[in-house]
């Protein structure tokens, strides 16, 4: 099977979806250097930029690439076991014998751990702006409240307010 070259399925898709990179990075909340660096084939985009993308890129040659690469990905993050058809699964510590042989992390493990973490941060920058953003609002509103009730005094002061009419009557000159 030939390998999958992430750089030139990224470079495709974005021409396919006719944006620049400034405009796809926009598109992934990724940085435009980012989008470069996936291009030039220095780092490749996560699993969920890439699940993100597959949903942006129409129907073609580049969407069967890109699904391609997703599952490239996907094995390399969490690659299933290879069993052989009728080989039981061996759990360790059956019955109870002997003890459980240390384990350690595998690759996956560890890759799907440092995935996580990026999701983790992306979120929390986004929870950061999110509350910024609302902060911003809530201000808003109140200098837009504030705004209204000198509109209301400012209308109140401009309007005469009505005077008690005086006789003619009373008040004949001699």
């Given at each position: 099977?030939?390998?999958i070259?992430a750089?030139?399925?990224?470079?495709r898709?974005?021409?396919?979806?006719e944006v620049?990179?400034e405009?796809l990075s926009?598109l992934?909340?990724?940085?435009?250097?980012?989008v470069?660096?996936?291009e030039?084939g220095r780092?490749?985009?996560?699993?969920?930029r890439l699940?993100a993308?597959?949903q942006?890129?129409?129907a073609?040659?580049e969407?069967?690439?890109l699904e391609?690469?997703?599952?490239?990905?996907?094995t390399?993050?969490a690659?299933?076991?290879?069993?052989?058809a009728g080989e039981p699964i061996?759990k360790a510590n059956?019955?109870?014998r002997g003890?459980t042989?240390?384990?350690?992390?595998s690759?996956?493990?560890?890759?799907?751990?440092?995935?996580?973490?990026?999701l983790?941060?992306q979120v929390a920058?986004?929870?950061a702006?999110?509350?910024?953003?609302?902060?911003?609002?809530?201000?808003l509103?109140?200098?837009?409240s504030e705004?209204?009730r000198?509109?209301?005094?400012?209308?109140?002061?401009?309007?005469p307010?009505?005077?008690?009419a005086?006789?003619?009557?009373?008040?004949?000159?001699?």
């Amino acid at each position: 099977m030939p390998t999958i070259n992430a750089a030139k399925v990224v470079r495709r898709v974005r021409n396919k979806l006719e944006v620049s990179q400034e405009g796809l990075s926009r598109l992934l909340n990724a940085s435009k250097g980012a989008v470069q660096h996936w291009e030039r084939g220095r780092n490749n985009p996560d699993l969920a930029r890439l699940n993100a993308l597959r949903q942006l890129c129409p129907a073609g040659p580049e969407r069967k690439d890109l699904e391609a690469l997703i599952k490239l990905t996907q094995t390399r993050l969490a690659p299933l076991p290879v069993l052989k058809a009728g080989e039981p699964i061996r759990k360790a510590n059956q019955g109870g014998r002997g003890p459980t042989p240390p384990s350690y992390p595998s690759e996956s493990f560890i890759l799907l751990r440092r995935e996580n973490n990026k999701l983790q941060r992306q979120v929390a920058k986004l929870e950061a702006a999110l509350q910024r953003r609302n902060e911003q609002v809530r201000i808003l509103k109140e200098l837009a409240s504030e705004q209204q009730r000198e509109m209301v005094k400012l209308h109140a002061a401009e309007t005469p307010t009505p005077r008690p009419a005086t006789s003619s009557a009373g008040s004949a000159e001699v």
